[in-house]
């Protein structure tokens, strides 16, 4: 079973592309909808990230709020966090690629935005995939959400891995600066590419 890692930095893309994978075909787990999924009513990390940071959830659900503050107080708080939640979210991605390989799916592709921001070694991922666009458009995208500021924009980029060094290490690029079509396109032909059977 081919596995793909599919990332890319904020505004260029990567939600876009991940939805033309499941089009194409592709089984998709997404990181973010995972740890929502973790951190809701009855989710996993509950109980354990409010015995870390007592007061943080509220109606058996983590209040990302209140986490959120918590964290500021204390300078190691992100470390017990990623030391709760990672294993989590690992054991859901597992389990997840196993179902797509017991219903035969030929590709599954992993949505994880910060996957060079966390340094995720790439054992048993076929290919690294990032969603990319020239900086204009990405900035154009970026500013034009709800609430977004040019000085939000610099901060998130600050803390994200430059899009030049995502490029230099992904086996493939997918161009998202030319229109959804294009990048359609670009999705369908790699689909092609590791679905097609193996020649003699």
């Not at 990332?7 to 893309?13: L, Q, Y």
């Not at 900035?139 to 430059?162: H, Y």
């Amino acid at each position: 079973m081919i596995v793909l890692v599919l990332t890319g930095s904020i505004g260029m893309g990567k939600s876009t592309t991940a939805r033309l994978f499941a089009e194409a075909g592709a089984a998709v787990w997404d990181a973010d909808a995972a740890v929502h999924a973790l951190y809701a009513r009855g989710g996993a990390a509950v109980g354990p990230v409010e015995a870390a940071f007592p007061g943080t959830t509220v109606d058996g659900a983590v209040d990302r709020t209140r986490l959120a503050a918590s964290l500021q107080d204390d300078p190691e708080a992100f470390a017990r966090l990623e030391a709760i939640v990672h294993p989590l979210v690992r054991a859901d991605r597992e389990a997840f690629i196993a179902r797509a390989e017991a219903d035969a799916r030929p590709v599954v592709v992993l949505d994880i935005p910060l996957w060079f921001e966390t340094g995720a070694d790439r054992t048993g991922v076929t290919a690294v995939v990032v969603a990319s666009a020239p900086a204009e458009e990405q900035r154009r995208r970026v500013l034009a959400r709800p609430g977004m500021t040019e000085a939000r924009f610099q901060q998130i980029l600050a803390r994200q891995t430059p899009d030049a060094e995502k490029r230099a290490g992904a086996d493939v690029v997918i161009d998202t600066g030319h229109g959804l079509d294009h990048a359609r396109k670009q999705v369908e032909l790699l689909m092609a590419r590791y679905t097609a059977p193996a020649a003699d």
